[in-house]
């Protein structure tokens, strides 16, 4: 009999989970296992604002697929370039791929809500490159500061689009490594500006209010600015406008934009042939995708309702992770007949770095700031290492400086 082939197309939190729960549960002799991802490393996206800001290099946050997998799994490095569920077919940069059961797990994009000039004029962290460039880019802009005869202070304004996690943990980096860019470009550090425009009335939406203030009063104290309640509603080359009330618009003149407002997932599951909204499908309780028996979705592509609150699971590592053990576990049910598990989602808390040495969190039923949030955040981060690579991607790549 022939045997089934299992395509899994991304390898983030969710595929690369997927792939080593099966390579442990299904050998090569019952299964094809096909991993496709467009890089032949895994890049860890929850460390992107540090790569952005340049406290940590590119290397740090990625390593080899090859470190990870084993010899039961076929890693193919491609462009994914189109999924069709009804014709079983995967097109990518190396040829065409059919399979009998498929793990979409190819992750977000920024969402830029039709926001005009955004897509061309700021910068995002979306992968490792994105990420490389936000750092480039901010050098660049001090680096040409520094040459100008006549100079203008407004090459050193970063503004920040969005004061989620991923805005307020890129300012964190920031606020650390200013300090560290002045002396090494010779600037005096007051011409410098780090802004943070959100749109809701308050940073961090529907966090903690006393973490919340903590988080606002160490970046102000890094020398953050806050414009809140006050959306971008443009980006040209030049900076952004932001809506001060209901008719008043303000233009804000930067260097650098970077734009983390938001989160959609990969653009391919639009043309997919399954229904999804903002290129996320919401999937059935054992991860499958509606109408596709053979169709699993990980990550930043699926949505799931919280069933207790109606509100939607956010789009998370954590969760990505859980639900890729689960989808390895029903791939093996399916492939013998048994009944699929659902998934339930295992709420470990949330941190949010403020730099190196600070945070906030909710963890156990308790909150934590300062050093100790910090370091149960490096904890959070190696655990994430140890669970796809063990203690050997651990020491080698993990975070360990806690005081
Ligand atoms: P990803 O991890 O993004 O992986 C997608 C993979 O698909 C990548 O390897 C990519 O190269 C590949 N791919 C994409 N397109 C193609 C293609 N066309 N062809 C082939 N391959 C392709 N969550 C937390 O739980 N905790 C955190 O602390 C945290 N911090 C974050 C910090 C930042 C700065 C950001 C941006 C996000 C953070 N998140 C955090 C959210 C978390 O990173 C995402 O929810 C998570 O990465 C989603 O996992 P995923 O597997 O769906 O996608
Ligand atoms: P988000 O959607 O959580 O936050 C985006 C923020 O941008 C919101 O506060 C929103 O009000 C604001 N915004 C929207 N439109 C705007 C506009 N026009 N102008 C100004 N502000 C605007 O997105 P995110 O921070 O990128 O996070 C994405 C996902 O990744 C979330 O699920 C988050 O929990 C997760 N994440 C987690 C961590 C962590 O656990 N440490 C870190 C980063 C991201």
């Known amino acids: 009999m022939k045997r089934p082939t299992i395509l899994v197309l991304g390898a983030g939190y969710g595929g690369l989970t997927t792939v080593v729960n099966l390579q442990k549960f299904v050998n090569v002799n019952e299964a094809e296992i096909i991993l496709v991802n467009k890089n032949d490393y895994h890049y860890e996206t929850t460390w992107l604002h540090e790569v952005g800001a340049g406290t940590i290099s590119p290397d740090k946050a990625r390593y080899p697929i090859s470190t990870v997998i084993?010899?039961?799994?076929?890693?193919?490095?491609?462009?994914?370039?189109?999924?069709?569920?009804?014709?079983?077919?995967?097109?990518?940069?190396?040829?065409?791929?059919?399979?009998?059961?498929?793990?979409?797990g190819l992750g977000f994009e920024g969402e830029t809500f039709g926001i005009p000039g955004l897509k061309d004029h700021a910068l995002s962290l979306t992968n490792i490159n994105t990420a490389r460039q936000?750092?480039?880019?901010?050098?660049?802009?001090?680096?040409?500061?520094?040459?100008d005869d006549i100079k203008d202070d407004s090459k050193l304004t970063i503004i920040v689009g969005g004061a989620g996690f991923t805005g307020i943990e890129f300012l964190g980096e920031l606020g650390n490594r200013i300090p560290e860019l002045c002396r090494e470009f010779d600037i005096p550090?007051?011409?410098?500006?780090?802004?943070?425009?959100?749109?809701?009335?308050?940073?961090?939406?529907?966090?903690?209010?006393?973490?919340?203030?903590?988080?606002?009063?160490?970046?102000?104290?890094?020398?953050?600015?806050?414009?809140?309640?006050?959306?971008?509603?443009?980006?040209?080359?030049?900076?952004?406008?932001?809506?001060?009330?209901?008719?008043?618009?303000e233009f804000i003149k930067a260097g650098t934009v970077v734009w983390a407002a938001g989160v959609r997932g990969n653009a391919l599951v639009e043309s997919s042939g399954i229904e999804s909204h903002r290129a996320r499908i919401a999937v059935r309780g054992d991860m499958r995708s509606p109408d596709f028996e053979d169709v699993f979705v990980a990550g930043d592509c699926a949505f799931l309702l919280n069933e207790e609150t109606g509100r939607p699971y956010p789009p998370t590592a954590q969760i990505a992770m859980q639900q890729g053990v689960i989808i390895a576990k029903n791939i093996k049910h399916l492939m013998y007949g048994e009944p699929t598990e659902q998934f339930v989602y295992d709420d470990k808390g949330a941190v949010c770095s403020l730099g190196d040495n600070d945070a906030i969190g909710t963890a156990f039923g308790r909150k934590f700031t300062g050093k100790r949030a910090s370091a149960l955040k490096k904890v959070v981060d190696d655990r994430a290492l140890y669970l796809v690579g063990g203690v050997g991607l651990t020491v080698k790549?993990?975070?360990?400086?806690?005081?």
């Open 70 to 104: 084993n010899q039961n799994v076929t890693f193919v490095k491609a462009n994914v370039e189109s999924i069709d569920v009804n014709l079983k077919k995967v097109e990518t940069s190396s040829g065409e791929f059919t399979y009998d059961y498929l793990v979409i």
């Open 189 to 249: 550090q007051e011409k410098v500006r780090l802004l943070c425009v959100e749109a809701a009335p308050t940073v961090l939406p529907g966090f903690d209010s006393e973490l919340v203030d903590y988080a606002k009063a160490q970046l102000t104290k890094k020398g953050v600015e806050f414009s809140i309640g006050t959306p971008i509603v443009e980006a040209t080359e030049e900076g952004v406008k932001i809506k001060k009330g209901d008719e008043d618009v």
């Open 397 to 403: 790549k993990g975070k360990f400086k806690f005081l």
């Open 134 to 147: 936000v750092r480039e880019h901010i050098e660049y802009q001090f680096a040409s500061w520094t040459l």
